[in-house]
């Protein structure tokens, strides 16, 4: 698929003032706050959001099939532009969303920018009007939608995203950490012998855990949500451990976070921030 428009709408954004790039107007749980109202305005849309470190040029929105995951880099990008940006590629590329959904669109075409203009216009702190984009986009020769009936603007109603209601969120460290055993939770995996005990719930867990980290991981700390994966479905080796963990997840299919949780609380699991690394 092409992407004609591409640099003409990155020249737009970067020339308007409501471009906050590099200016640290959000933190990261503002961020996760803003996307995930989004996804409860936009229904049926999953948008989940990584933070990544280092020197990166753009911002992203990969499509993973059943969902959609939006990649913001934190040196520049963590700001309402860039992430109303990286939101509209997912609505636009919806087949909810898109005006017919079989049909595929360029990443920055009409579409695209049509929802962007939405999102924008209703949410950004600015709130551009749709006359004054308009006419910027005229401008800047860039093709967009008329932004009033488009399903992203009916979608929307009265809702609006306040940020003053982004209150801690317990769960944000959680789920941005990586997990490992600690010494303790090393012990009650085994009782002596080196092979896994998991004769409780928890120890389930900590089975899991552990051989995720050895096996799968190379000995790489991994996210709840990677852990939460390997409970739904464990590659198949025949070796006498995959076998035994794979008896684990026959009687334990599911894990909650809660218990993970818990054996944070416990001292079981440790849970490394990835903030601020890198
Ligand atoms: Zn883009």
Redesign the pocket.
């Known amino acids: 698929m092409r992407d004609r428009q591409?640099q003409k709408?990155?020249d737009w954004e970067n020339k308007s003032s409501w471009n906050g790039k590099g200016s640290d107007q959000l933190n990261e749980q503002q961020c996760l706050f803003i996307i995930n109202n989004l996804n409860k305005i936009y229904k049926g849309m999953r948008v989940d959001t990584t933070f990544v470190n280092g020197d990166r040029r753009?911002?992203?929105?990969w499509n993973r099939v059943r969902h959609h995951e939006i990649e913001l880099p934190r040196q520049w990008a963590l700001c309402w532009s860039v992430v109303l940006?990286?939101y509209?590629?997912a609505i636009s590329d919806s087949k909810k969303y898109k005006e017919r959904p079989n049909r595929a669109i360029e990443?920055?075409g009409k579409e695209?920018v049509t929802a962007f203009c939405v999102l924008l216009h209703k949410f950004h702190p600015e709130h551009p009007s749709y006359k004054e984009l308009s006419q910027s986009l005229r401008d800047a020769n860039v093709d967009f939608e008329h932004m009033e009936s488009s399903k992203f603007h009916k979608q929307i109603g009265r809702k609006t995203i306040k940020l003053t209601k982004a209150k801690e969120n317990k769960d944000y460290d959680f789920n941005t950490s990586l997990l490992k055993l600690s010494p303790e939770g090393r012990k009650r995996t085994s009782a002596g012998d080196g092979h896994y005990k998991p004769k409780t719930k928890m120890n389930r867990v900590l089975c899991v855990l552990d051989y995720c980290i050895i096996f799968l991981y190379k000995d790489r700390p991994i996210t709840y949500k990677q852990l939460e994966a390997s409970f739904n479905k464990l590659p198949y080796l025949s070796d006498h451990y995959n076998k035994l963990i794979h008896k684990v997840l026959d009687k334990h299919g599911k894990l909650e976070p809660s218990l993970v949780k818990y054996m944070i609380k416990q001292g079981l699991i440790v849970a490394t921030s990835t903030q601020n690394k890198g």
């Open positions: 591409r709408v990155y753009y911002a992203k929105c940006h990286e509209a590629h990443p920055h695209f």
